[in-house]
C-alpha cells in the first residue's frame, strides 16, 4: 500500500480525494492511455530518436496502451515539448510551481481512507501499489510531461491530485465530457467518440457512432480516411457534423414509416450507407477522384445523408429492397446526368452556392437531389 495524506471531499452525494502524488508515485501508479478503435497504436514509421527537448518519444510511446475504453486525445507532442520547457523554466527559476492546478484521476478499485481529523475529512488515502490502478482523467499531458521530465533530468515534484473511487462508467464519461465541452472545448468529434457508445443509452445515438465508422475505417468504402475521428486525422468531414445529420435521418425515418422502420435501418444501416456512396462514386466518378471538386465535404456528405430515405424508396421501386446496392446504384444513376460532376466544381457552381452559408448549400443540394430522383 502507498499512503498519501488527503482531504475528503462530498458534494451532491458523490465522494472523491483531494491529494498529492510525488513523480515517483505517479510513475508507479498511474496507467497512460489514448482513445483507440483499433487497438493499435498510431506511430509514425522509422526510428525515432530523442529531440531537441531529449525526449525519448519510442521510450514515452511504449508507456502510453491504446485501448477502445479510454477517454485521452492521442498524445500531441508539441504540447509535451512545451510544458517540459516549463518545467524547466520553472526548475531553473525557483519563482513559480510546475503543475498547480489539480489532475484528476480515476480508479475501478474502492480505496481505503483512514481518516484522523475531528471531522473525519482529513486522514490518509491508501492505494494498493499495483501498477496503472490510477488513470488520468483530466491532465494526462502534464503527466507525460512530467514522466519525461523526470526520466531525462531526474525532476521530482509533488502533484497535486483529484482521485475518484466511486463512479461508474457512464458517470466517468460524463464527466470527462463535461470537463471538455464546458471548460476545455476538446473538438467535438472526440466527445460524440466517446458519446457515440458509452455515455449515451440512446440507440440513435449509438447507431450513428456506428455507421460513421465504418464509412471512416473500410477499406472498401469511399469515404475511407476521410470522416476526421475524435478531431484528428486527414479528414475533410467533421464526425460531429455527420452524427448529427445522422440522428436527424432517423427521426425522419421514424416519423415516415414507425418503429419498425427503425427497427429495420438497425440492422441494415451500415449496408445502405456503404453501397449508397459505393453508388454516388459511380454516379459521380470524375469529381470522386478529381482534386478540384467538394463532393467529399461537410455540406455534400450532409446532403447525401439528408436524402436516403428518397433514395431508399427508389430503390425499393426498382429492386423491392432499399438497401440493394443493384437498386441503389439504379436510384442514383440518373444523378450523373441530370447534375453532373460540374455541379461540385470547387470553383464553379459548389462556390457560388456556398456563398449562401454551409447550411442553406446543404439544402440546397438537397433539394436538387431530391428532384433529380422524381423526374
Request: charge should be positive; charged fraction near 30%; proline fraction near 4%.
Amino acid at each position: 500500500m502507498i499512503g498519501v495524506p488527503a482531504h475528503k471531499v462530498r458534494q451532491f452525494g458523490i465522494e472523491f480525494y483531494q491529494a498529492a502524488f510525488s513523480a515517483a508515485d505517479i510513475e508507479r501508479l498511474v496507467r497512460f492511455e489514448v482513445l483507440s478503435y483499433t487497438g493499435e497504436p498510431d506511430r509514425p514509421k522509422g526510428t525515432q530518436r530523442p529531440g531537441a527537448f531529449g525526449i525519448n518519444w519510442e521510450l514515452l510511446e511504449r508507456r502510453i496502451a491504446h485501448t477502445e475504453t479510454a477517454f485521452q486525445r492521442p498524445l500531441i507532442r508539441r504540447k509535451i515539448q512545451e510544458l517540459l520547457q516549463y518545467y524547466k523554466d520553472c526548475r531553473d527559476a525557483q519563482n513559480l510551481p510546475a503543475v498547480p492546478g489539480a489532475v484528476i484521476m480515476i480508479t475501478e478499485r474502492r480505496l481505503e481512507f483512514k481518516a484522523s481529523g475531528a471531522r473525519g475529512r482529513i486522514g490518509e488515502l491508501l492505494i494498493p501499489e499495483e501498477p496503472g490502478i490510477l488513470r488520468a482523467l483530466d491532465g494526462q499531458h502534464r503527466l507525460l510531461a512530467l514522466h519525461a521530465a523526470s526520466a531525462g533530468d531526474g525532476m521530482d515534484l509533488d502533484v497535486p491530485a483529484v482521485v475518484f473511487d466511486s463512479l461508474d462508467a457512464r458517470q466517468i464519461v460524463e464527466l470527462f465530457v463535461t470537463i471538455n465541452a464546458k471548460h476545455t472545448r476538446l473538438n467535438p468529434s472526440h466527445l460524440l467518440g466517446l458519446a457515440g457508445r458509452r455515455l449515451y443509452s440512446d440507440a440513435q445515438q449509438a447507431l450513428a457512432h456506428d455507421i460513421i465508422r465504418k464509412l471512416n475505417e473500410d477499406d472498401a468504402s469511399p469515404l475511407y480516411g476521410e470522416i476526421k475521428m475524435l478531431g484528428v486525422g486527414r479528414g475533410r468531414v467533421s464526425q460531429a457534423s455527420l452524427n448529427e445529420e445522422m440522428v436527424d435521418l432517423f427521426r425522419t425515418i421514424k416519423n415516415l414509416g414507425g418503429p419498425s422502420k427503425v427497427k429495420e435501418f438497425e440492422q441494415q444501416g451500415v449496408r445502405f450507407f456503404l453501397n449508397y456512396f459505393k453508388a454516388l462514386q459511380q454516379a459521380f466518378a470524375r469529381a470522386w477522384a478529381g482534386k478540384k471538386y467538394s463532393i467529399k465535404t461537410g455540406a455534400a456528405v450532409r446532403a447525401f445523408i439528408r436524402v436516403a430515405p428518397d433514395v431508399m424508396e427508389k430503390a425499393r421501386e426498382l429492386a423491392g429492397d432499399p438497401f440493394d446496392a443493384h437498386g441503389i446504384r439504379h436510384a442514383t444513376a440518373p444523378w450523373g446526368e441530370r447534375l453532373g460532376d460540374r455541379r461540385f466544381e470547387t470553383e464553379g457552381e459548389w462556390k457560388a452556392r456556398l456563398a449562401g452559408g454551409t447550411r442553406s448549400t446543404v439544402e440546397v443540394l438537397a433539394r436538387e437531389l431530391r428532384e433529380a430522383l422524381r423526374r
